[in-house]
């Protein structure tokens, strides 16, 4: 399988890249949501929000595929 490169972003150029893209598909794997264009590539990722063992809490991560 081909490794796909990913770019940590905000969440404003997270949507608008997903803005551009006609979705094809929406996956969870594991903590995160793939989003796939309709060739059934990987677009745009979103890592979940969690809270660690020590209680901390961590916000959501963006990324969009790296061209």
């Known amino acids: 399988m081909t490794e796909i ?4 972003v905000d969440y404003s ?3 608008m890249v997903n803005r551009r893209f006609a979705i094809g598909d ?3 794997q594991g ?3 793939i989003i796939y264009d309709q ?3 990987p677009v745009a990722m979103m890592k979940a929000a969690c809270i660690d063992a020590q209680g901390r809490c961590h916000s959501p991560e ?4 790296a061209v």
Request: glycine share 0%; hydrophobic share 45%.
């Open 31 to 33: 903590d995160a949501t």
């Open 26 to 28: 929406v996956r969870a």
């Open 62 to 65: 963006y990324f969009i595929r």
């Open 13 to 15: 150029k997270f949507r």
């Open 5 to 8: 490169a990913f770019t940590q």
């Open 39 to 41: 060739r059934n590539m």
